[in-house]
Structures are given as structure tokens and as C-alpha cells.
């Protein structure tokens, strides 16, 4: 299996299965002298990992960060970032009884049809586990951020469950008050009823989450086939069970009129341009205005779910499938972190690009405005 890497300096490769011993990632072109350490990235790792509430899955996880290389005496020497995540709560045997079977929604068709093998222990490589390691080597792109550009904030939220938007005003001071990410306590009381119901059922529900990212500078990105929002779409496209990616006003843009979608230009009295609104999510041309980037992505229901479902065997036989074991009835929910680390890595990897093509600070020598 190839196509395990992502970025183009800042380039990520993930490694392992669900029910392995363990999975990581190994990043490489991450500058030298950023201050880094396990306990800096268990943090974000701590906000992903499975059984952190009832609405999430049971699996027991630590999710505990190695550094196995690239770090020397708490800051990084420009050489490769091995990071290991020990598996320490599988039950291989809850999917013993789906090795012959096809999970309807899940990767296990395509992945026979493609290989002629597969890893049914909880998907193996398809499994959203994967993600963990995305969110440590996020951790890492956060760490260099820090250093190289210290005013970017990068925020990640529910903004759906289902039929069920947000009520009422946004309060960003909730986001991390609730098990849902949303920036409601009002919606997080109305999700909770709701999604408990779908849970006990044994069924599940698909979300929306937005990623915002703010204090970018003007410049980042390229034409043609180096745009962010290129890397940004297919950065999030390429997280577990996401089905669709949008940036700024996205579909709804198609609804709108040329004079109702253009952000109006003014000059600010910093000397720097300000604009009407973000109908363009912070980016022109695959390049960034210095307003905010802002990235949604639909997660579709988790697939796993206690509902009988017809299916096929290997063999080509009709047969029926339960999918019993621990599974997120709203896997959304913990798609916030990985979808914040992504927005993370995308950065980063464009913020050193602009840096290798350019030279210097974004922004301070070419393109003066006034």
C-alpha cells in the first residue's frame, strides 16, 4: 500500500493498523530548534482519544506519544520525528465475526477488491485509529507555528449533528466546556438528549465540523496547483468517513450574487487592507488575504452501527451483518482535533514553501500596498 504521506516540506507519513501493536508517524522537514516534547503533544492527543465521554467509544486508550528521534534535549534537529502510540485495548475477537463479511459504508470491499487481503480486526489501516498519529504530528506542526509564526490561533468545532445546527448565539468560551465541541451550552444539551437516543438504539449520525484558523498572513498559497485551499480540501477529504469539504461559503456560494459574495476592499488604518467579509474563507486565487481561513467538512454516521444490514460474503453470498464492538455513534465528535491538526500541517508545509520560493517574512518586501 502506498500514498501513506501527505505535505510537501513538512511531509507526514502515518503507519499502522487499529489492532496492531501500535501506529505513528514520521515526519520529516520539520525546522531545526523548535522547543518540543511528549508532554506538548499529549495534549492534543488527549483531546482525540476514544472514552473520554458516553457518546464516544469505549475503547480505553491511553494514546500516549513516544519520541523516538529528531528531538535532543527538548528541541528538534531538523532530522526525521518518529512518534510512536502504543495500542493497549484491542479486542480483536468482537470482529471475529465479520472476517467473512462486508461492513456496508466501511472500507472493507474496496480494500479486498484493491489487495485481495484485508485487516478485518477493526479495519486495520481504514480505521479511524489512524488518526491519532495525524493528531501528534499536528501537535508538532503546532510546536513549529508557534516559533515561526506565533499570532496563528487554530480553532475546531461541531457546528451540526444530524438535522441539528447550532441554536442561538455562538459562544466560543463553550467549545471546550462540552463533549460535542460546540460553541452553545444550549445545543449541547439539545445534542445530548438526541444523540443518547440514537446510541441506546445502537444506531448512529453523521456531523459538521468548522476549523478556523486565525492570524495567517496575507501570501501564503500558490497558483496554480499549489493553492492552499487545494491542500486544505484534500487535507480534510482525506480524513476517516469525511464526505465533503467546503471553504468560506462553499456550496452557498452558489446561491449568492456576484454583488452579494464580493469582499469589499477598504484600507485600514493600520495601513494594512480590511475587507466587508470572508465569503471567501480567507483565501483568493489559492492564496491567503490574512483573514481568517475558514475550512468545513461533513463527517458521514459512523458505519458500525447494531442495525442489521444486508450484505455480501467474500465468497458472493447474501447474508445479513451486525456490527458489534466499540464504535463512536457520532464519529464527528472526535474529528475536531484531527481536522484542527490537519489545518496545522497544511499551514506550516505552506508557510515553508512561501519561505523557500520567496525568502523572509510574509509579506514585508514585496506586494507593499499604499
Known amino acids: 500500500m502506498s500514498l501513506n504521506t501527505f505535505g510537501h516540506l513538512f511531509r507526514v507519513t502515518t ?13 520529516d522537514g520539520c525546522p531545526p530548534g523548535v ?7 499529549q495534549h492534543w492527543l488527549d483531546r482525540r482519544k476514544p472514552g473520554t465521554s458516553k457518546y464516544t467509544t469505549q475503547r480505553r486508550e491511553a494514546d500516549a506519544v513516544r519520541i ?5 534535549e527538548g528541541q528538534t534537529t531538523g532530522t526525521p520525528v518518529q512518534l510512536m502510540i502504543e495500542n493497549t485495548d484491542q479486542r480483536s475477537k468482537d470482529y471475529g465475526d465479520i472476517a467473512e463479511k462486508f461492513r456496508p459504508g466501511h472500507a472493507d470491499i474496496t480494500y479486498w477488491q484493491k489487495y485481495g487481503i484485508r485487516d478485518y480486526r477493526g479495519g486495520g489501516r ?3 485509529r489512524e488518526t491519532a498519529a495525524r493528531v501528534a504530528a499536528g501537535g508538532l506542526a503546532r510546536a513549529a507555528l508557534s516559533e515561526l509564526a506565533p499570532g496563528i490561533e487554530i480553532t475546531g468545532y461541531m457546528t451540526q449533528m444530524g438535522p441539528h445546527g447550532i441554536t442561538g448565539d ?25 444523540l443518547e437516543e440514537l446510541r441506546k438504539s445502537g444506531n448512529s449520525v453523521g456531523a459538521i465540523i468548522e476549523v478556523v484558523a486565525r492570524g495567517v498572513p496575507a501570501g501564503l498559497g500558490a497558483p496554480v496547483y499549489g493553492k492552499i485551499d487545494t491542500d486544505l480540501a484534500a487535507a480534510m477529504m482525506s480524513i476517516n468517513a469525511v464526505k465533503g469539504v467546503e471553504i468560506g461559503e462553499g456550496m452557498a456560494a452558489a446561491m449568492l450574487t456576484g454583488e452579494d459574495n464580493a469582499d469589499e476592499i477598504f484600507m485600514g488604518n493600520d495601513g494594512q487592507p480590511v475587507y466587508s467579509s470572508n465569503h471567501a474563507g480567507g483565501i483568493l486565487g489559492g492564496i491567503t488575504t490574512g483573514q481568517d481561513i475558514v475550512v468545513r467538512f461533513a463527517v458521514k454516521p459512523t458505519s458500525s452501527i447494531l442495525k442489521p444490514r444486508q450484505t455480501i460474503t467474500k465468497s458472493g453470498q447474501a447474508t445479513e451483518i451486525v456490527t458489534r464492538g466499540r464504535h463512536d455513534p457520532c464519529v464527528g465528535i472526535r474529528a475536531v482535533p484531527v481536522g484542527e491538526a490537519m489545518m496545522a500541517c497544511v499551514i506550516l508545509d505552506h508557510l515553508l514553501l512561501h519561505r523557500g520560493q520567496i525568502g523572509g517574512e510574509v509579506g514585508t518586501h514585496r506586494g507593499r500596498i499604499g
Open 35 to 41: 522547543p518540543v516534547d511528549e508532554a506538548a503533544l
Open 170 to 194: 455562538r459562544d466560543m468560551d463553550q467549545v471546550d466546556q462540552n463533549p460535542f465541541w460546540v460553541p452553545s451550552a444550549e445545543t449541547a444539551e439539545t445534542w445530548a438528549g438526541y
Open 15 to 27: 503507519w499502522g493498523e487499529s489492532h496492531g501493536p501500535a501506529l505513528g508517524a514520521t515526519v
Open 68 to 72: 523516538l528521534s529528531g528531538v535532543f
Open 126 to 128: 481504514s480505521s479511524a
